[in-house]
């Protein structure tokens, strides 16, 4: 009779112990709630910005990157020629990195998908503890067993899936690939842009300090005039006039080159604080560089042009995933096997036992929801799509070479003109000049002349880059804008001057 209060009172303690648990996880759960959870994640308003945790803080250490840069490129008053400068980009831009390591990927698919070919081997090592106890409570089995098992599965037959998976695959890599040499060709003509753009920008630094050095003997003829008195003060504030402004160009075109160095030098792959300097722009161009017709640029571009491969690769993985796809929905047959040990703890029989099956395994694939067929027409229209991504690409193809073709014939004919315009600008400036010096010309005149010749002179540079730079789209579009190895490797063998 006395126990009755005791048991009572264990059950209250009980009840009470299961309450706490209860509203302690009520109040976890209050706190977890989905609602809770992504209020607590985000910006509680979309005016609000983000306040990170300091978990979530940008990452910083993990992605500062090591320069390779030769020593001999970080010399002071070093001037690097195009192909030195391709060769740093190559070896710190992180697009060429990016699509490299891109391919690998690819390449490790490829032998993932080989690997269906083989069969397939497992080691188990397990440990088992059994008790049986009848509904009386009077007979109780109580075994404890363990033992190490192989079991081995070989896909003997799927008409063709296996295959369509490394075919894909191997189009997917060969994809891949291409698309590593267009990231290639890519970062050498970012290069090349950066580097004709800064050598016009010094050489038309160049040209305005010959503007400002001019307007600056304008100006001492007009003093000269002036106190001869044969010229008024107006000549000289007009000449004076003239003098600031092309100093103010030439300030301009100074701060400019800065700009333009720093742009360099991020195409480079290097910080803009890093001195990147090249020679000057070249006078001497071969104008009649390209001897090949628009057509026969065009059928090379049809096989040269890497990333064109790549769009043509990527339709052939897609085409071969028809054949993968469709072989889910076929019968498979399929070999199997299992060898295992098992030893028993505390039994009167024997210690261990050894048990081994073999099995071979036809599967028809009967009714699935109409989920192969579906999944066999996602992949013929993704194959279609991919074809027509391949024939838009070659349209484009056609039209950068066609474009770039007449671009360099216009920048040619250009440099050529400009250079008429230089020669006739220089005369007239000469004899505009002389004619002042001598009292029978005006200021007005001189100036007008001297402001042609400068206007001349910027053209004439501007040609010459505006050259280079349709050269090396040309070659671009045409898929010859990818340095050999050697130059890579060996860039001070290579003379600036020209696109690699």
């Not at 109580?142 to 190490?148: I, K």
């Not at 000057?280 to 890497?306: F, H």
Request: hydrophobic fraction near 45%; include cysteine.
């Amino acid at each position: 009779m006395k126990r009755q209060p005791i048991r009572a009172g264990r059950r209250r303690q009980i009840g009470a112990a299961v309450a706490l648990v209860l509203a302690a996880g009520a109040v976890g759960c209050a706190h977890v709630t989905p609602d809770r959870s992504i209020a607590s994640s985000v910006s509680p308003a979309p005016a609000i910005p983000w306040v990170p945790a300091a978990d979530a803080k940008s990452p910083q250490e993990s992605y500062q990157k090591k320069l390779e840069i030769p020593q001999e490129y970080l010399v002071p008053g070093t001037t690097l020629t195009l192909p030195q400068l391709v060769d740093v980009a190559l070896r710190n831009n992180p697009q060429t990195r990016e699509a490299w390591h891109f391919a690998r990927a690819a390449a490790a698919q490829v032998g993932s998908k080989r690997a269906e070919y083989f069969p397939v081997i497992e080691l188990d090592g397990s440990v088992t503890r059994e008790k049986a106890v009848a509904p009386d409570g009077q007979s109780t089995f109580l075994q404890t067993s363990y033992g190490p098992g192989g079991l081995f599965t070989w896909l003997l037959f799927d008409f063709g899936g296996r295959a369509g998976d490394v075919a894909e695959a191997q189009a997917a890599l060969y994809a891949a690939d291409w698309g590593h040499n267009a990231a290639i060709q890519d970062v050498v003509l970012s290069v090349a842009q950066a580097y004709y753009a800064y050598l016009n920008a010094k050489a038309l630094v160049v040209a305005r300090r010959t503007n400002v050095e001019e307007a600056g003997r304008n100006l001492e003829a007009a003093d000269e005039r002036h106190r001869a008195g044969v010229a008024t003060i107006a000549d000289v504030l007009q000449a004076k006039t003239v003098l600031s402004q092309n100093e103010l160009n030439l300030q301009e075109a100074e701060g400019q080159v800065k700009v333009i160095r720093g742009a360099l030098a991020t195409a480079v792959g290097v910080p803009a604080s890093v001195p990147v300097d090249v020679g000057e722009l070249p006078e001497d161009l071969p104008l009649d560089r390209v001897q090949k017709s628009v057509d026969e640029l065009i059928t090379g571009a049809m096989t040269e042009r890497p990333d064109l491969a790549a769009r043509r690769f990527e339709a052939e993985a897609a085409r071969e995933h028809i054949r993968s796809v469709r072989a889910d929905g076929l019968p498979q047959l399929v070999a199997g096997g299992s060898i295992n040990r098992t030893f028993y703890v505390n039994t009167n029989g024997p210690s261990y036992l050894d048990t081994w099956s073999g099995t071979i395994l036809l599967r028809v694939p009967l009714f699935s929801g109409f989920e192969k067929v579906y999944n066999t027409r996602r992949a013929q229209e993704e194959a279609e799509q991919a074809r027509a991504t391949a024939e838009k690409a070659q349209d484009q193809v056609t039209l950068e070479v066609w474009t770039s073709y007449y671009d360099v014939q216009t920048a040619a004919q250009r440099v050529r003109t400009s250079r008429d315009l230089l020669a006739s600008a220089s005369q007239s400036a000469d004899v505009a000049q002389g004619r002042y010096k001598e009292g029978v010309g005006s200021i007005l005149d001189l100036l007008t002349a001297q402001a042609l010749f400068a206007d001349a002179r910027a053209q004439e540079v501007e040609a010459r880059s505006l050259w280079f730079l349709a050269m090396a789209q040309l070659a671009h579009a045409t898929g010859a804008l990818l340095p050999r190895a050697a130059e890579i490797t060996n860039p001070a063998r290579k003379e600036s001057g020209g696109v690699p």
